[in-house]
Nanobody, 126 residues
Framework: QVQLVESGGGLVQAGGSLRLSCAAS????????MGWFRQAPGKEREFVAA????????YYEDSVKGRFTISRDNAKNTVYLQMDSLKPEDTAVYYC???????????????????WGQGTQVTVSS
């Protein structure tokens, strides 16, 4: 069983920054690929970013490349999403997710993840 708890969401003006955190339980966190997804009202959940278990490889959705940075601290069982130059279209509930398939490549599909946090709201005003 893995529990994920997100924090760091909030209201920010366009051009501002937020840093999301996702704290995970479980002794084998360092072996999981981790992802961030988001879901805006009336839209499907979409991939934002992911990071391999070692932290050596990161992946981003095209619209956030150059603005968002995913990272992880395996000693703290935590994954982060630094979001800079935020835009109103980034407004959504952001979820972190854990892929328990040890040794697999990154999944860009939400169905490839086994555990999810409760989500944190990010609102960007224009």
């Amino acid at each position: 069983q893995v529990q994920l708890v997100e924090s760091g969401g909030g209201l920010v003006q366009a051009g501002g920054s937020l840093r999301l955190s996702c704290a995970a339980s479980g002794r084998t966190f360092s072996r999981y690929n981790m992802g961030w997804f988001r879901q805006a009202p009336g839209k499907e959940r979409e991939f934002v970013a992911a990071i391999r278990w070692s932290g050596g490889n990161t992946y981003y959705e095209d619209s956030v490349k150059g603005r968002f940075t995913i990272s992880r601290d395996n000693a703290k069982n935590t994954v982060y999403l630094q979001m800079d130059s935020l835009k109103p279209e980034d407004t959504a509930v952001y979820y972190c997710a854990a892929d328990l398939r040890i040794g697999f490549t990154i999944s860009y599909d939400w169905a490839g993840y086994d555990y999810w946090g409760q989500g944190t709201q990010v609102t960007v005003s224009s």
